[in-house]
């Protein structure tokens, strides 16, 4: 946003001796204002002005934009329907010092070398203004009296409070600035994080002559009359009186009303859309070289629209701008964080120049395995899950080092052996330099991960977290790549509620998961909740009553003891009759679902569904490789988990060698079995909401597709 601040300066008059008593203010000239109106306003001659301004010849030479230095001799008339200016006091220089041209110097060197502006030489010395500096000029050199860091910020800015529901790009907005000018004028905010807190305050250029709150600015616009159009539904539709309408546009009378093709002259629609927040809007951000008609296709809005809700467009569009759109618009959009996200195609993205640095860190546990021993070693690996894990894991993140290598990126790799010992890890971070690492993958146990992010965050090296969805540390420079199970509930319970036909809804839950039993009792106010004796079983004859005869009932379950779903799910599956029909869920999906004491058939016939951050892989290309490499072995979960996790991390630093930023401009990637889409916690790093809805369905666990489903997590 332009700013346009009158300033009163003192003109030299004699060297040394004595400073006139005349006063300069410049002025920008606006739409629609000539020499004589301006002129008027300062109470000055047209012939004063055009002698003060060496550029302007004749009165066609006044043009929007251009700066007139206007000599005053009286005080500017201020008028009625104007808001007050901002002025700043009259800065007079304490004393002057002359200076003599010599060859090759510059305006711009004299001004950095007495702290000047080039504005405040040219006041000193006029001839400045209508000449080229030149060799052998004898110029005065005025020196002010130091500015006050905090009076000069109170002229130009104003403090700004983030109020709820508020965000970067909604505040950019409403000042018509872009987000990186945001930042530069509040370097505290960082560009790691999008966090702004309620209540924060933020340094903002102030809206010329008032805050922006009180600010109002007439604009008009053109209206071309259709057939049959009255005063009365014209004024109705702008907002104004029929007699407002006449005494802009006297022509309607002297024609004897309206007709068919006149043009008038009508106030613009005033924006009555709601308050500019991510309650009411989504936004984007204008990239470079997007024109109008390409932006109305992508965000699926007309161009008539997208104008009125964005008046800035009237004078044209730059990269940086943000723009706002209704909240309904976001169907069909990659939105997060109320910000419309452009969509990447990271593999068709990625910049062969960046040279990726990735350390792994897995507990292979080389210590405690004998290779010589085979016997031993895939005893060991079947019992011990932190071995099945590592191995599993890495051998995934090999095809995804060969994948990201086939697309011409060049990754240097370190891998270490934590042992799963804190002490280990302490040792490889005082021995190794991470200096110029991209990523570090792992470690899995919570001390050690804790160690590592402390450590890389003095460096701004992203940590990724194979395993863990939280830490009881904040590290703003980890992602936790396994969603928090609260995330994967929201996402469960959004789901159900959008196929929700009254049915009759039971909570079955341990005293372990009362955290759960208040959520979807928070989304299904009616449910009825099941007696559970000794915390392991049903009451089976007061459970039964409960079940409805002529609702679908659904039964939530949950519970990490596998009896308990051995039980419940067999109950179930015997009340589910022609008579009685029976669906399981549960929002707490873990290992107890999964235990060999639960019958897949039970599950089965209950089509019990289920959220979970992972899928089960097909036979895709990963599949392919990674039997092609491992001489026909099926990856396991853990594998898949390898190559996701890496092959994401690696693409996402292929585009640009910066997890941080490519995070926040990248929305949901997928892969084999597992997707990501991290978000930003100021408090706590960057966490994974991406997930799914499984069903049994056959005696096979399907996806339910969710393309059509918005939750808001």
Known sequence: MKKIIIVFLAFFGMAFTQVSAQKFATHTVKEGETLQSISRQYRVTPFTIIQSNKEIKTAEDIKPNTILIIPLDGSVIKQEEKKEEVEEQEVQPISFSRHRVRKKETLYGLTERYNITEEQLKRYNRQLYSEPLKKGMVLQIPKFPEVDPNEEKELDFEVYTVQPKETRWSIAHKYGISVDSLVVLNPELGTNSDYLAI???????????????????????????????????????????????????????QQGGLKEGMVLRLPKKKDTSGEVNTENFIFYEVKPKQNIFRLTQNLNISREELFSLNPALENGLKAGMVLKLPKDKSDGLEVKNALILDKVNLQDSVNIENRLKVVFMLPFRLDRINLNDRKKTESQIKTRRDLALSLGFYSGAMVALDSVKQLGVSVDVKTFDTQLNQTKVKEILFRESLYGTSAIIGPISASALDEVAVQAASQNIPVISPTASKSSLGHNNVFYSVPKEDVLRTKMLAYLDKIYEDQNVIIVADS??????????????????????????????????????????????????????????????????????????????NNAFEDDAVSKTHLSNLKFSYPSFYRESKNDSFVRAYKSRFRGVKPDRYATRGFDLTFDVLLKLAHKNNLFETSRIVGVTEYSGNSFDYYKDWSSGYHNHAGYIMEYDSLQIKQVQLDDLKSDL
């Open 199 to 253: 209540g924060q305050e933020l340094k903002l250029p102030r809206p010329k002559g008032d805050s922006l709150k009180d600010q109002e600015i007439d604009l008009y616009t053109s209206y071309t009359v259709p057939s049959k159009q009255t005063l009365y539904s014209l004024g109705k539709e702008y907002g104004i009186p029929s007699d407002s309408i006449l005494k802009l546009n006297p022509e309607v009378v």
């Open 512 to 589: 372990l998961h009362n955290a759960a039993h208040d959520t979807i009792l928070s989304k299904f106010p009616a449910a009825q909740i099941a007696k559970v004796i000794d915390n392991k079983s049903l009451h089976l004859d007061e459970f039964l009553i409960q079940l409805s005869e002529t609702k679908e009932n659904w039964v939530f379950l949950e519970t990490n003891q596998a009896n308990m779903v051995s039980s419940v799910s067999s109950i179930l599956n015997s009340a589910n009759t022609e008579e009685i029909k029976v669906r399981m869920f549960t929002t707490s999906f």
